[in-house]
């Protein structure tokens, strides 16, 4: 009950397309979903958090989209660059405990 | 510019060798925590820490343990290394609320056990 499902495990894109990547959980008490990216040779970063009280939330190319009822939400990546290439984390987490991260997704844009 | 840094990037160690793993944040987070990073399962938490002098077991605790003496060092110590501990291992630090906040990574250290 303490997971985040995550796919694709990975996925490639041409360039200008759109990148979608999926994560489900099961704990209704998780109310903070993150995501982090994750370029190689450096640890992961914070790219776009939503809390559940809304259903999407945009941040330039990115956005999340959150179906609460579906205990699922996902990452939309518009437009996608060679400079997105990276490996994703979704996540979720409940007020202090601890973060619970998804396996990853390793994107890939072709140029 | 928040910083996490790591004592290592690169470690290479015989089977049976004590390691140490050192993690120094300088944004005054009194969380800080220990994972590791294989490929196809993520980041998973070995230990993480509240409080100076105060450490929780994460999700695969067995052959590691921790030290936090000071507010700003997290260290992670394998007490006799493994083949099986060869990995990518990230050391980050939040605030005060360590869901809601934003954790901050370190760059990693890859360790090879031979």
């Known amino acids: 009950q303490q997971q985040v499902k995550q796919s694709p495990q990975s996925l490639i894109v041409q360039k200008g397309g759109i990148s979608i990547i999926n994560c489900a959980y099961e704990?209704?008490?998780?109310?903070?979903f993150p995501w982090y990216q994750q370029f190689p040779g450096k640890g992961p970063a914070l790219l776009i958090a939503?809390?559940?009280?809304?259903s999407e939330k945009k941040e330039g190319r990115f956005t999340i989209s959150f179906n609460k009822s579906a205990k699922q939400f996902s990452l939309h990546i518009m437009d996608s660059q060679p400079g997105d290439s990276a490996t994703y984390f979704c996540?979720?987490?409940?007020?202090?405990?601890?973060?619970?991260f998804g396996k990853g997704t390793r994107l890939h844009i072709l140029p | 510019d928040v910083k996490v840094t790591q004592s290592s990037r690169y470690l290479v160690k015989r089977t049976g060798e004590k390691v140490f793993l050192e993690c120094v944040q300088d944004?005054?987070?009194?969380?800080m925590f220990w994972y590791r990073q294989d490929p196809g399962l993520g980041l998973r938490l070995i230990y993480f820490?509240?409080?100076?002098?105060?450490?929780e077991k994460g999700d695969i605790p067995e052959g590691y343990s921790v030290s936090r003496e000071k507010k700003e060092r997290f260290s992670l110590i394998l007490e006799s290394a493994s083949t099986n501990q060869t990995s990518m291992y990230l050391c980050?630090?939040?605030?005060?609320?360590?869901?809601?906040?934003?954790?901050?990574f370190g760059p990693g250290t890859r360790l090879t056990v031979l």
């Open positions: 944004m005054d987070h009194e969380n």
């Open positions: 980050a630090s939040s605030g005060t609320s360590g869901g809601y906040n934003e954790q901050f």
């Open positions: 704990n209704t008490a998780f109310d903070y």
């Open positions: 996540a979720a987490s409940h007020r202090d405990d601890k973060i619970i």
């Open positions: 820490s509240y409080d100076v002098k105060m450490k």
């Open positions: 939503i809390r559940p009280d809304v």
